[in-house]
């Protein structure tokens, strides 16, 4: 079955320094990948998502996930973090087959920015 | 309205009794999830809906676990007999087609369940 595995439960880096959040997937030919975020007291939404053939993904709010097929990685990053990405971020996985479109969340990652 | 909407957003209930969430999707998707978020385990999948059936239902944890979809649009998840494990935040969501990859998901705020 497919799975990511998000490393780390908590994140906290200083605002303006890059954030790192890291997510490995398992090996499966076309990995569809994404990153969802959940503010405080919204929803869950999309971030990103990975498109076949690219090595570099560009999301909303100046996200950005590398997709690394040797290392079977879909980290997520930003250069210069602001107070208002402080949220959980969730690497996602859908399977592959028809009938089997739902998407399987990783444990989460709760980003805090510290002023 | 606009986005998914989900109720009620808190529920408290005394373990044993049963109890009804209810998930309203975005009108026209036809696809329909239902999840769980408990601290520390992330967003577990317990069922799926396209349109009024349920191609896969192997995330319901157990027996007193039981979703339908009515009309292709509203769902109701049912747990009965509740215990003190079902305590978490139920998401819903819901997409326009079956295929999560071009069509996103839209996720309600949640119900929360806590059970005492």
């Known amino acids: 079955a497919q799975s990511v595995t998000q490393l780390g439960s908590h994140v906290s880096v200083s605002e303006g320094a890059l954030v790192l959040l890291r997510c490995n997937y398992s090996?499966?030919?076309?990995?569809?990948l994404f990153w969802y975020v959940q503010y405080p007291n919204q929803g869950l939404q999309l971030l990103l998502k990975?498109?076949?053939?690219?090595?570099l993904v560009k999301g909303i709010n100046g996200f950005e996930a590398e997709f690394k097929k040797s290392e079977t990685s879909f980290h997520l990053t930003k250069p210069s973090a602001h107070m208002s990405d402080a949220a959980e971020y969730f690497c996602?996985?859908?399977?592959?087959?028809?009938?089997?479109?739902?998407?399987?969340f990783g444990t989460g990652t709760r980003l805090t920015i510290i002023p | 309205g606009a986005g998914v909407s989900q109720s009620p957003s808190n529920k408290v209930t005394e373990k044993g009794k049963d109890v009804e969430l209810r998930c309203d999707p975005i009108?026209?998707?036809?696809?329909l999830y239902w999840y769980r978020q408990s601290l520390g385990q992330g967003l577990e999948f317990l069922i799926y809906f396209q349109g009024n059936s349920a191609p896969d239902k192997s995330g319901l944890p157990s027996d007193r676990f039981s979703a339908e979809r009515t009309g292709g649009s509203v769902s109701t998840l049912t747990i009965q007999r509740t215990q003190q494990e079902d305590s978490a935040v139920y998401l819903c969501?819901?997409?326009?087609?079956?295929?999560?990859?071009?069509?996103?998901?839209?996720f309600g705020n949640g119900t929360r369940l806590t059970v005492t």
């Open positions: 990975y498109t076949t053939g690219a090595t």
């Open positions: 969501a819901s997409s326009l087609l079956r295929d999560s990859y071009n069509s996103p998901l839209h």
């Open positions: 009108s026209g998707h036809t696809a």
């Open positions: 996602a996985v859908m399977g592959a087959n028809f009938g089997n479109e739902k998407l399987t």
């Open positions: 090996s499966s030919v076309p990995p569809y």
